[in-house]
Nanobody
Framework: QVQLGESGGGLVQPGGSLRLSCAAA????????MGWYRQAPGKQRGLVAR???????DYADSGKGRFTISRDNDKNTVYLQMNSLKPEDTAVYSC???????????????WGQGTQVTVSS
């Protein structure tokens, strides 16, 4: 009943920027938190950034000062603006949402399929 769809990934040169978008499709009542995780080759998936319903944010050290997470509650969409990208940022970026679907009283966790970000010359 709920799906998360990411977009905005691609190939970018070091120092460049990308803006990832993730929209929750389906009957969504509200979202408690949304965020972005990434998994690089040979690495485990880890947090990039997350944002709560009230707008408070949390960033992994790797992205602090370079990444900005934001959300549009009306559209149930979360964004990740990534600036000054580095080769080590290369990974599959997955959208996460803790969402309350319509007709349910509790929040559940949802994951997108992921979008590839490659930082290379």
């Amino acid at each position: 009943q709920v799906q998360l769809g990411e977009s905005g990934g691609g190939l970018v040169q070091p120092g460049g920027s990308l803006r990832l978008s993730c929209a929750a499709a389906g009957s969504i009542f509200s979202s408690e938190a949304m965020g972005w995780y990434r998994q690089a080759p040979g690495k485990q998936r880890g947090l990039v950034a997350r944002i709560g319903d009230g707008g408070n944010t949390d960033y992994a050290d790797s992205g602090k000062g370079r990444f900005t997470i934001s959300r549009d509650n009306d559209k149930n969409t979360v964004y990740l603006q990534m600036n000054s990208l580095k080769p080590e940022d290369t990974a599959v970026y997955s959208c996460y949402g803790r969402l309350r679907a319509a007709y349910y009283s509790a929040y559940s966790d949802y994951w997108g399929q992921g979008t590839q970000v490659t930082v290379s010359s």
